[in-house]
């Protein structure tokens, strides 16, 4: 059973430019979110995805996009990059009902912007 | 706003020694809460969870939380500590249906052989 997996592993990108990373969840999950990670810090929320439909956002502007496909995985877009978002990006995977709450991570996708 | 604290930014113990890793968390309603660990460019890694019912939960690799509803905590503890338990831990609190979860900033955890 493949876990959570991300692509690319590693990105480089220049100041200005978009960029799409991919997620595809846990074999059963349906519901994908996604988080910033800066070095040194903590996961911080992007959004959430379930049903084809961001359900919670967290503080991001709207540079941050998302998408969830009828497969439940996800591309997270970013907009006209900025030096500040270099970060390793996780997706989390997990189940959209019940009271699990419990998400599976994947190994992330390192971004770095010149 | 959810929010958590870990005020430890690195917590050194000698291999073999009990260890506690420290949490703190903030937010409306009955908590849920995690601890998870990451290591050098891997993503994170689930050691466990509190939902419900018992204060004290087990989890991976030996290690297990206490919760404490009056203290708002939900320490990391471990009674030997190995090498191989040098990592990051960080401690994530979430409440309501959905899934979002803040994560406190991290302890880094270094085991002195």
């Known amino acids: 059973d493949a876990g959570v997996t991300q692509s690319p592993t590693h990105l480089i990108k220049t100041r200005g430019q978009q960029v799409t990373l991919r997620c595809s969840p846990k074999s059963g999950h349906d519901t994908v979110s996604w988080y910033q990670q800066a070095l040194g810090q903590g996961p911080q929320f992007i959004f959430q995805?379930?049903?084809?439909?961001?359900?919670q956002r967290g503080n991001f502007p709207d540079r941050f996009s998302g998408h969830q496909f009828p497969n439940y995985s996800s591309e997270l877009n970013v907009n006209a990059l900025l030096l500040g978002d270099s970060a390793l990006y996780l997706c989390?995977?997990?189940?959209?009902?019940?009271?699990?709450?419990?998400?599976?991570f994947g190994p992330g996708t390192r971004l770095t912007v010149t | 706003a959810q929010s958590v604290a870990q005020p430890e930014d690195q917590v050194n113990v000698a291999e073999g020694n009990p260890l506690t890793v420290k949490c703190t968390y903030s937010v409306s309603g009955n908590p849920y809460l995690f601890w998870y660990v990451q290591y050098p460019n891997r993503g994170l890694q689930f050691l466990l969870k509190?939902?419900?019912?018992?204060?004290l939960v087990k989890g991976s690799y030996g290690f297990e939380a206490e919760f404490n509803k009056s203290q708002t905590s939900f320490h990391l503890k471990k009674p030997s500590a190995l090498v191989s338990d040098s990592a990051l831990y960080f401690c994530?609190?979430?409440?309501?249906?959905?899934?979002?979860?803040?994560f406190g900033t991290g302890t880094k955890l270094q085991v002195i052989p």
């Open positions: 994530a609190a979430g409440s309501g249906g959905y899934q979002k979860v803040t």
């Open positions: 989390a995977s997990g189940s959209g009902t019940g009271n699990n709450h419990e998400q599976y």
């Open positions: 995805y379930y049903e084809e439909e961001e359900r």
């Open positions: 509190y939902i419900t019912g018992d204060n």
